[in-house]
């Protein structure tokens, strides 16, 4: 006991020692801690992870590296070239397509100024400084909001920075910090808000508006859910208006009024940056609102509510809980501001309406966690694709708002409370532990055990702190007898042994038991009553378990390494700039056997074909797919190229990598050795050599069109058929040269072997194949000899794409990395120029009821093909200017040919002039640009211009002026804005 008293002592003295400075500077102090803190935790938990600078890991995980940061390369070369038109309309998007909703969605944010000075080479470092910055500006904007309208500074000023980092490191904030996009609108929040109260209660709306026009400016996507929330909050704040004195009429307008005035003033907010808000809304039109179901309600459940208990324990979150869905709400707060919000509704003089309001917005956030219709409206009517609940962090910020309240009074609990508190504890503490969660681990980590058997006087140490200070709290409180104290801390002192042989067994710092012991020592705290002492305790103790959370919620993931991050990106970008610094050719596209990603074209600067976004058109995939290439999950990727496809995108030059080995791979671990996504045997035939590296060849074919050629209206309205890539190349080349010869011909397999499979009728009668040993891989063996030089492809089975996750493929005893997911049959070639020799594609399952059913040899006719793209030759265009926007250039048709088909995806926003005059364009194929030609010579000029644009600056405008307008009154009239 006289231990801790004179450790209370010292921290008292402490306390008292820099509280004249602490007294002097306690705004600037507050601030700066709210500022701090987060910041410090974030890089003590990625010191562990051995995450950059601590380490050679980025903190690039999922879509941060697969596309965002390609994002961030491309905003650096956009801003630094002088052409913004890049921002309108650019060729790194797969093969053209807009860019304002890609501008909108992930580049506008004040942070991102580090891509813009930093090269290419520091991308890391500008990586790790806007994720951390951004930790501290969300603390930072939560606790001014607390200090501006909570009277933070008034008392408990410690608190503002504790609950300001509940709320930065919350549950989704550290879960989803690969979306770090996201970010923006949660530093935005707590100003909207305070801003919003500011407004309801009757003074100057500019800030609100300038608050909110700023959210949606930078993020739009989240701040339409901020926009959602602050209807929910305002009647929430003005809910005590309708029990003012008076009569109903009275309670009526006291309440509605100031309601009608916000919703004014936000949609002036919003319509004031109408300019951005419109062509993107038009965008996503043609986008996301392209794909997915209708908003349809219905009563069902998504997923279990009581599962939702396990995200309010430590570490609820692993690489397994963002891709499949629908998953579950990350509302991770820590125990202090948990526990803290339920005494909320009892301990707390808000009005009784104000609580019941609050039990509102609590439930339509239940509400929209455990029914899929209401989600989706926080969503903008659509199931998002992984990273689920995204408004998750809204409902953590309400509850650390909650928690604060009841923190700010003086709050002590009864018995009866504190046994019926301790009993919903261990019930729901029992429920996670009979469940089974990839997050929640049944042991402590395997390092703690053993450190624990190895050092058990530290242990034992450490394990009597917590005892003797609750003994210590115990024996002052007088109220109880002296007999009651006594078998209070002797049960106390007995739970040290207890601790001991569960650390040593694995079980005592389990996440859930972890977890168990915070909350206990959360309600003990507001059983017993607080000190400074208790509050020390607490402060580290929440401090910890928010880094741990963070820690545990983070570790998993996979973060691209920064070195080979950055080798892949210079030596890729020093191999597409060669190119375009030497081609003298108008137009073109470049294709690649490898990628770092499918965004590299947007990352190293480049028109290619590939790329990955939310914004992406679903005409585009859908292209791609119908030519058998890949065309699924907001992407596309140019893998399965053939000769013809070659032509009509324009891919005059194609980058291979070479091969290397292992020994190289292990001597340069710091060099990015990129395997192949697709085999192209044919490009020594079609294209010729024109440079290379240690690393890297440059090929080039001449034989391709350019931006635009000259056909007839029988190709132009061409419709391809559903999972059929073999018949829509041939339609094209058909209806080009005008014939009803089969240049891509199918054939049947020289032979088909199977090993350790059986063949059985499948569920709906077709034939699968079974594993006859169920603990040993089945394989299906496709055998060809071809009986020409001609290239052969293996088009995939409809039910390939099902047993990707159980599937490996090695084509001649090596692997073949094609990508296997995909929403339509492919096109794989197998080899080329290999007459009379055996070429064996092997698939290896790890599962059963495989369907190989319409698995199929094609062989493509590359002389005929040949004969028909070179007469197609003769009618392209040559591009003599070209930008993101606008190309120029002229056209000699000397055939027959009456529509000029382009390999531009079609947008209204084209507009084409021949020869100076405007003519009509035309969605060919369903997805590309056309417009009409006649025979000789003429000029042709293609411009873009966003849809939508001017509409939105003359309604910004609009709203901006009347703004002023308001703005203008409130100077000069006494009733202000009134």
Not at 477 to 485: A, F, I, M, V, W
């Amino acid at each position: 006991m006289t231990q801790t008293t004179h450790l209370v002592s010292f921290f008292e003295k402490l306390y008292q020692r820099h509280l004249p400075f602490l007294k002097k500077h306690k705004k600037a102090v507050t601030y700066l801690s709210s500022a701090l803190l987060p910041i410090f935790v974030m890089l003590i938990v990625w010191f562990f992870m051995g995450a950059f600078p601590f380490g050679k890991k980025t903190l690039m995980a999922v879509d941060f590296g697969q596309q965002y940061i390609s994002f961030y390369g491309f905003l650096k070369e956009t801003i630094l070239s002088g052409d913004w038109s890049g921002f309108f309309y650019s060729f790194t998007k797969s093969i053209g397509g807009p860019m304002i909703g890609i501008l909108g969605y992930y580049l506008i944010s004040p942070f991102n100024i580090f891509y813009i000075l930093l090269p290419l080479s520091q991308f890391k470092w500008a990586v790790f400084l806007t994720i951390l910055l951004r930790y501290g500006a969300i603390s930072l904007s939560f606790s001014h909001l607390l200090i501006k309208r909570y009277k933070g500074l008034s008392t408990k000023t410690w608190l503002v920075p504790l609950l300001s980092l509940s709320y930065a490191l919350s549950g989704m904030l550290v879960s989803y910090q690969m979306n770090v996009l996201f970010y923006d609108a949660m530093f935005m929040l707590p100003l909207v808000i305070l801003t919003l109260e500011e407004t309801l209660d009757g003074k100057k709306p500019f800030g609100y508006i300038l608050t909110l026009a700023l959210t949606m400016f930078l993020q739009f996507y989240m701040g339409y859910m901020i926009c959602l929330f602050v209807v929910l909050y305002a009647c929430y704040y003005l809910s005590p208006k309708l029990a003012i004195r008076g009569t109903l009429k009275d309670k009526t307008l006291a309440f509605f009024i100031p309601l009608f005035k916000t919703a004014f003033y936000s949609i002036l907010a919003i319509t004031s940056v109408f300019f951005l808000l419109y062509p993107i809304f038009l965008n996503l039109l043609e986008s996301k609102g392209a794909i997915g179901g209708a908003l349809l309600f219905s009563w069902d459940f998504q997923i279990n509510p009581l599962d939702i208990i396990s995200k309010v324990m430590i570490g609820g979150f692993d690489d397994n809980s963002w891709s499949k869905g629908p998953s579950l709400p990350n509302i991770y707060v820590g125990a202090l501001s948990l526990i803290s919000s339920f005494f909320y509704f009892r301990h707390v003089k808000d009005h009784l309406y104000q609580k019941i309001g609050a039990g509102l917005i609590i439930t339509v956030f239940f509400v929209s966690f455990v029914n899929e219709f209401t989600s989706k409206i926080w969503h903008m009517g659509q199931n998002p694709a992984g990273f689920f609940y995204r408004f998750s962090w809204i409902f953590s910020f309400f509850i650390v708002l909650t928690a604060y309240k009841v923190l700010k009074a003086t709050v002590k609990i009864n018995r009866k409370e504190f046994f019926f508190g301790l009993l919903l504890m261990f019930a729901s503490v029992t429920y996670v532990m009979t469940q089974s969660y990839t997050y929640i681990a049944p042991k402590q980590v395997k390092a703690i055990t053993t450190f624990v058997i190895e050092n058990p006087k530290v242990i034992l140490f450490l394990l009597t702190i917590i005892p003797v200070i609750s003994s210590y709290f115990i024996w002052q409180k007088k109220e109880y007898s002296l007999l009651q104290r006594s078998l209070l801390i002797i049960i106390v002192v007995l739970t040290i042994p207890a601790e001991y042989f569960l650390l040593v067994k694995g079980f005592l710092l389990t996440q859930v038991v972890f977890t168990l012991l915070t909350w206990v020592l959360i309600l003990l705290f507001y059983f017993f009553g607080s000190s400074r002492f208790l509050w020390l305790l607490i402060y580290g103790v929440t401090i910890f378990e928010l880094g741990l959370n963070a820690y545990l919620s983070q570790y998993t993931l996979y973060y691209a390494d920064a070195d080979k991050f950055t080798d892949a990106t210079l030596s890729v970008k020093e191999v597409t700039d060669k190119i375009q610094a030497k081609s003298d050719v108008g137009f073109y596209r470049i294709g690649s056997t490898f990628s770092y990603s499918r965004t590299t074209p947007s990352l190293v600067s480049y028109p290619g074909l590939s790329s990955f976004s939310s914004s992406l058109e679903r005409s585009t995939m859908d292209l791609f797919s119908y030519l058998g290439d890949i065309g699924v999950n907001a992407s596309t990727q140019y893998t399965n190229g053939t000769l013809l496809t070659d032509a009509l995108f324009g891919v005059r030059y194609y980058v291979d990598v070479k091969d290397h080995t292992q020994e190289e791979a292990d001597e340069h671990p710091e060099k990015m050795f990129f395997n192949k996504n697709s085999s192209r045997f044919d490009l020594a035939s079609y294209y010729h050599k024109i440079d290379e590296n240690d690393r890297y060849l440059v090929y080039e074919n001449p034989n391709v069109f350019s931006v635009a050629f000259g056909t007839n209206k029988v190709t132009q309205s061409i419709l391809f058929g559903l999972n059929n890539p073999v018949a829509n190349q041939n339609i094209i080349l058909k209806s080009m040269a005008g014939t009803d010869t089969n240049y891509f011909e199918q054939f049947s397999f020289s032979a088909i072997e199977i090993e350790n499979m059986e063949k059985v009728d499948g569920p709906n009668g077709q034939p699968v194949y079974n594993r006859i040993d169920k603990n040993q891989l089945g394989i299906i063996r496709f055998k060809i000899i071809p009986k020409s030089s001609f290239t052969y492809y293996f088009l995939t089975p409809s039910g390939l794409e099902t047993k990707r996750d159980h599937l490996s493929i090695l084509l001649n005893n090596k692997w073949l990395t094609n990508q296997k997911s995909y929403s339509q049959k492919q096109l794989w070639q197998l080899t080329h120029g290999t007459e009379g020799e055996e070429t064996v594609l092997e698939m290896r399952f790890s599962d059963d009821e495989v369907n190989i059913e319409n698995a199929g040899l094609v062989r493509a006719n590359n002389i005929e093909i040949e004969k028909i793209l070179a007469d197609r030759l003769k009618q392209s265009m040559t591009v003599t200017e070209w930008t993101n926007t606008s190309i120029k250039g002229h056209v000699d048709i000397t055939d027959n040919s009456d529509v000029m088909m382009t390999s531009i995806p079609y947008s209204a926003d084209w507009t084409v002039r021949v020869d100076g005059e405007v003519v009509e364009t035309t969605k060919a194929w369903n997805s590309l640009l056309s417009f009409p030609i006649t025979s000789g010579k003429h000029d042709i000029e293609m411009h873009y211009s966003p849809k939508g644009l001017k509409t939105g600056l003359a309604v910004s405008a609009l709203s901006i002026v009347m703004i002023s307008f308001l703005w203008y009154k409130d100077k000069k009239s006494p009733l202000g804005y009134k």
